[in-house]
């Protein structure tokens, strides 16, 4: 709660400074035209590049993509047909190019990286984050990734091979090699001097600088605003903080737990001695958590991998397997229908509000289920509490069933003016209801304790035992009441 | 790709200082103990401190809280009951209790802010960042609200009614007033000075220094790691990036959209005259990105404000708005299924096969429905690929239902040996999974382009259209072909 800084304002009324990055008006247009309101690529700006690219007119280009970030560019690459892509890349220089393939999407990256010089290749690498760098080294075919590697300078090269030695969705993978160390004996000023020094070899950004112990194991972390701000003759030690150390082995999305549950905007990476190996920042986590969340939306509908191939044929096979299980679990449920054929032939209007019972229990069973699914992934779901929210939940199904037995019962008495079929439909829905809670709760907790993950395969389960239990509740009560 | 710096490790072998924040060994283990080693609270700590509640002991308390950090004091309070929770609360300072209250659940929180004094609370706020104190101030009861901001200084009053001026769910509400800004013609050691005596009204943690002309408006950004290795001498206005400016009623949910898309870790958020009013940092944005990944999931799903209110009542309540919808959805089906009673009456065989089709265009409709609403929420759907998904999205849905108009065919044959029964089946396979598919990335278009949200009521619209069609198609067939 401090600084409003209008002093500084007040300081600088009477100068006034042309700055380096002031731009000339036409450009400032052309970034009001480039980006909408939002900040996402507008998309009259693709055909003033594809026009420019077409025309072969250089300079026009440097102006249009010099209003670009980027990030712009790589969205850019996603409107623009494959050839224009490809003239695009001799127009970008190594360190942009390198910050456009690492935002790419797969599919845009694979076809541009394969026309990309392996000697361009290697320099924008170079000029990348080693975390960036050993992703696009990993999605390059076998042969380019051979000249590629051999055009780096050995130790970029020994970098990437390092990172890619862990395995993939873990903190080796997520994590740069860049960090900026320094031994705990040493004081504000000798690290600022050093870092000084020392700029051309530091990372681009970073945020803490690791205090570390002979051995190299980190022993607390200085952030740079506070470096900023402590007089010189401080030693380290004084106002280092104390660090949340990341194994290099932890899983990607138990990193962005951490990240998110203490607020990290960096923290040190270390190798099973303890001794600190890279660090991983907070980009990286925004990243994951939206990976993981989308991986979690997508699974629970059964979408598995989506854009990895985004071809026609490649949805349709990777969305096949999952129907065929479901189209099992159908004829399952369809099977229990068959069992009160003979109930069906004598009372046709069985077969009318067989249906509902059905799907209500599918829609009350994935409403909890998406609560329980939610809160093992943000580890608000755990063992100590667990039995609380299955009371909770099998008590809010119930009361929804009563509730739903009573609106469906009357629906029933008016549209077929048979108060039987009222009980029997009303007391269905209390039982699948009430099932369809225990599932949506069980069945994910169970899969989490299994050590599969919950929201894979939860809702054909789920679905399955609200079909045969509805259909089974409904007409199994049909059969026994009315006949 | 830099400084691998052993070297450091080297300068340092032969000294060994005993640093400041060594712990002796009693209270590592407690720390280990503390936390598993995922960093979630180990259930066996609770018991712990409630029975250190319980017997009034302070000292041990005390060893017990000092091995947590705010957060996981957070999550304890979670786990502990509602007298406990009370009891705990005098023994944490200002500083703690603030950072605990703001990491507290919804439900947890009201109740626990009913039982801090209100000068308590005061100080408490007057710890916090003013984004997170406006929070908790918005989740008081009238009373207590008053009482609190009574309590407390009037600049930091001030402070959070400007915040709670803003509107819920926009850049204002997200930022925090605090922020370090410099004029344009400052160096980067007059900067470095300014910030060393001023350090006690500083911001705890910042990245970024803003550089500001004489109107107050941010023309660049001096990220802190480029003044810490950066000459004294050098002007701010030539070490400076451009930045983002964030508008201060813009939406969080666009706010978030564009951090991750630059990878920013702080932005300034500006009046709409242009003048610096506060800044965004990329921890509050984690948390963002988080919640309206949830409100999808959940909203897909029919759960709206999961956890507002999490009492038995409250979770029937919130859900039952949903199932009814649901059950007008059935009962409409059910009604298609009604016109075909007579058809049903004469080969209730078609009762046992009817949900089939349904069923399966339902699971294939929220398959893409899951793709359109994600591709919506990270801008990959746009007007201008509109088409190429629709097109894509159509021809899968159209070639998955040929596949399983084959595969169920066969399964028709086999089961009930009537060739007809499969023809029938299958064509009303094929029909329901093309129109699934169209449902599937029309709707939340469409939603999307009256500005609602595409995932609040898509899975409705969308089950209505593949029941309907589904019972349609196959009874309807059904009663042409067979009769």
């Not at 894979?456 to 035992?465: D, E, K, P, R, W």
Request: include cysteine; proline fraction near 5%.
């Amino acid at each position: 709660m401090s600084r409003e800084s209008d002093d500084l304002a007040e300081l600088d009324k009477t100068s006034r400074i042309q700055t380096q990055n002031q731009t000339p008006a036409a450009d400032e247009d052309l970034e009001d035209l480039a980006l909408g309101e939002d900040y996402a690529l507008n998309p009259e700006y693709v055909p003033l590049v594809a026009d420019a690219l077409d025309r072969g007119d250089a300079e026009r280009l440097r102006d249009l993509l010099s209003a670009l970030r980027p990030e712009d560019i790589a969205d850019l690459m996603g409107f623009l047909s494959p050839p224009d892509r490809e003239e695009l890349i001799p127009h970008l220089d190594p360190e942009t190019l390198g910050e456009v393939i690492a935002e790419l999407d797969t599919e845009i990256r694979e076809d541009v990286l394969e026309h990309v010089p392996s000697a361009t290749l290697a320099k924008a690498l170079g000029e990348m984050e080693s975390d960036d760098a050993a992703d696009v080294v990993d999605d390059l075919e076998e042969d380019k990734r051979a000249q590629v590697l051999a055009a780096m300078p050995e130790v970029e090269r020994a970098a990437i091979e390092t990172t890619l030695g862990y395995e993939e969705e873990t903190a080796g993978r997520l994590m740069q090699r860049e960090v900026v160390a320094a031994p705990q004996f040493w004081s504000v000023g000798q690290t600022i001097d050093h870092l000084r020094a020392d700029s051309e070899d530091l990372p681009e950004l970073f945020f803490d600088v690791y205090v570390v112990d002979p051995a190299y194991k980190p022993v607390g972390a200085a952030p740079v605003s506070h470096l900023l701000r402590t007089r010189r003759d401080v030693p380290l030690a004084q106002i280092m903080e104390p660090v949340t150390e990341i194994p290099v082995g932890m899983d990607q999305e138990e990193v962005a737990y951490i990240f998110n549950k203490y607020h990290l905007i960096s923290a040190p990476v270390v190798e099973p001695g303890g001794r600190l190996v890279g660090q991983i920042t907070v980009d990286d986590i925004v990243g994951v958590i939206q990976e993981e969340t989308e991986e979690d939306i997508l699974a629970l509908h059964g979408v598995s991998d989506a854009g990895r191939d985004a071809s026609i044929l490649g949805i349709t096979r990777s969305r096949f397997w999952w129907l065929l299980v479901n189209l099992g679990t159908a004829i399952l449920a369809s099977s229990v229908i068959a069992i009160f054929q003979g109930v069906i032939a004598k009372l046709a209007v069985l077969a009318v509000l067989n249906p509902i019972v059905a799907s209500m229990g599918g829609n009350a069973g994935t409403q909890t289920l998406a609560v329980a699914v939610r809160a093992l992934a943000t580890r608000e779901l755990t063992a100590a509490n667990a039995w609380r929210i299955i009371w909770r939940e099998t008590a809010a199904g119930l009361l929804n069933g009563l509730a739903f037995a009573v609106v469906m019962g009357l629906v029933t008495v008016l549209w077929f003016h048979t108060p039987m079929m009222a009980v029997i439909i009303g007391l269905a829905m209390v039982i699948n209801l009430f099932a369809a809670a225990v599932a949506g709760i069980l069945i994910p907790l169970a899969l989490d304790r299994m050590g599969y993950d919950p929201a894979q395969s939860a809702v054909v389960f789920l679905t399955t035992v609200t079909d045969c239990v509805g259909f089974f509740s409904f007409l199994g009560l049909a059969a026994l009441l009315l006949f």
